[in-house]
């Protein structure tokens, strides 16, 4: 069955630096999300794409955040200057035209020092 | 603003003992009520999908209910591996999914 799957599964990072988090989303879906998980805390929603492009974030979605959909696979979530406060799981998901069903991949843990 | 309420927090039952979680919810124009299962340091895993008042979705020992302001997820005569967090999200007319802090349910052998 296919699924969503993300890569690394864990990451540790320095405050103030630069990661990417990468995903690869159900070969025939369309709709690719973005969503965080602070430990013991509610999944949050940060950023939704389609066609190329941003189609809803959130206000946690800001400046410091960006996605691309770099070639017909891949859907990367940069952060470009790590908090400590950016810590948490990160989830992508994705979804078929049509259908609301979100699927969701493992995860990222990220962890900044 | 969309708003999701899950109870209880954490719920131990003895395997075979039924019971059921509850979600509230506010959320202007329900496009889908979804429930997921998610296991320790995991991705959540997708259960069902509830339209409307009055549609029930069942899968094995797990039975999904839906009213105007709140869903259940029923289970009936849990075992062991049915442990984990039960999390209720909903959507409205954008895209994102609202979800609660989740049911910690626990069932014990």
């Known amino acids: 069955e296919p699924e969503v799957t993300q890569t690394p599964s864990h990451q540790v990072t320095q405050m103030g630096q630069e990661v990417i988090l990468r995903c690869v989303p159900i070969s025939n879906h369309l709709y690719f999300y973005w969503y965080r998980q602070i430990l013991g805390q509610k999944v949050e929603f940060l950023v939704s794409?389609?066609?190329?492009?941003?189609?809803?974030k959130s206000e946690i979605f800001d400046d410091q955040f960006s996605v691309e959909r770099p070639d017909g696979s891949n859907f990367t979530l940069k952060i470009r200057s790590t908090k400590l406060e950016d810590s948490a799981m990160y989830f992508c998901?994705?979804?078929?035209?049509?259908?609301?069903?979100?699927?969701f991949g493992p995860g990222t843990r990220l962890t900044v020092l | 603003e969309d708003q999701v309420t899950q109870s209880p927090e954490a719920l131990r039952l003895q395997e075979g003992e039924s019971s059921s979680l509850n979600c509230s919810y506010t959320?202007?124009?329900?496009?889908?009520l979804f429930w997921y299962r998610q296991d320790p340091g995991k991705g959540p895993e997708f259960l069902f999908t509830l339209y409307s008042a009055g549609e029930e979705k069942e899968k094995e020992r797990l039975k999904a209910t839906l009213t105007k302001k709140e869903s259940f997820l029923h289970i009936t005569a849990p075992k062991p591996e049915d442990s984990a967090t039960y999390l209720c999200a909903v959507r409205n007319s954008g895209s994102r999914l609202t979800f609660g802090e989740g049911t910690q349910l626990t069932v014990n052998p």
């Open positions: 998901a994705s979804n078929k035209q049509g259908h609301n069903e979100q699927f």
């Open positions: 959320v202007s124009g329900l496009r889908g």
């Open positions: 794409f389609y066609n190329n492009e941003i189609s809803e």
